[in-house]
């Protein structure tokens, strides 16, 4: 089994940062790509930001230039840097983790995070 535990999230006046984190723990043999995806009251889920095994990323162009999506292979964990907030960014933010549970996995799964609120104030 596989758990997911985001965090990071809060209230940020308008040009402030946050930092999400995402964490997975459990039978983990590895995590191939890992995506940040957000959801703003009464709109679709957006995806933001993602990142592949080997650390190749892409951005939004929503995000591009104030967003970073990192990660770290030891820690099982991948990192939002959020940067010059603005209040269109207030959103629950999700990271989707495509992981693969052994060796004889060869499918992967993926798995969802609780999710984490970022609300930005003008």
């Known amino acids: 089994q596989v758990h997911l535990v985001e965090s990071g999230g809060g209230l940020v006046q308008a040009g402030g940062s946050l930092r999400l984190s995402c964490a997975a723990s459990?039978?983990?043999?590895?995590?191939?790509?890992v995506s940040w995806y957000r959801q703003a009251p009464g709109k679709e889920r957006e995806l933001i930001a993602g990142i592949t095994e080997d650390g190749t990323s892409r951005l939004a162009d929503s995000v591009k230039g104030r967003f970073a999506i990192s990660r770290d292979n030891a820690k099982n964990t991948s990192y939002l840097e959020m940067n010059n907030l603005k209040p269109e960014d207030t959103a629950v933010y999700y990271c989707?983790?495509?992981?693969?549970?052994?060796?004889?996995?060869?499918?992967?799964?993926?798995?969802w995070g609780q999710g984490t609120q970022v609300t930005v104030s003008s």
């Open positions: 459990g039978s983990i043999f590895s995590i191939d790509a």
């Open positions: 989707n983790v495509d992981i693969f549970s052994s060796e004889y996995d060869y499918e992967g799964s993926e798995y």
